[in-house]
């Protein structure tokens, strides 16, 4: 049985990013694996996964310019959060 001072010590505290959560959701029910928005991606954050759907690899670095969810022509593709 540890003590609470010992708890305290070894407790391990989760650091908040500098950054806003960005969320990115692919509608692969509407999705017609078009690529277009993989190419349209500045910061190629959405990438192609083995079936060939868009996904996001590293939403965290997205800047929010909303080109995917402009140019998709299903309307696929649904980017929250975030400062905008």
Not at 21 to 37: A, G, L, M, P, Y
Not at 44 to 52: A, I, M, P, Q
Request: aromatic letters at 8%.
């Amino acid at each position: 049985m540890l003590s609470k001072k010992t708890k305290l010590k070894y407790r391990v505290k989760k650091k908040k990013s500098k950054y806003p959560r960005t969320t990115i959701q692919v509608f692969d029910k509407w999705c017609k694996r078009c690529h277009i928005c993989v190419d349209l991606c500045a910061q190629k954050v959405l990438v192609e996964d083995k079936d060939g759907f868009p996904i996001a690899l590293k939403p965290i670095e997205c800047t929010r310019c909303d080109w995917c969810v402009r140019r998709c022509p299903d309307f696929a593709i649904a980017v929250s959060g975030g400062n905008k």
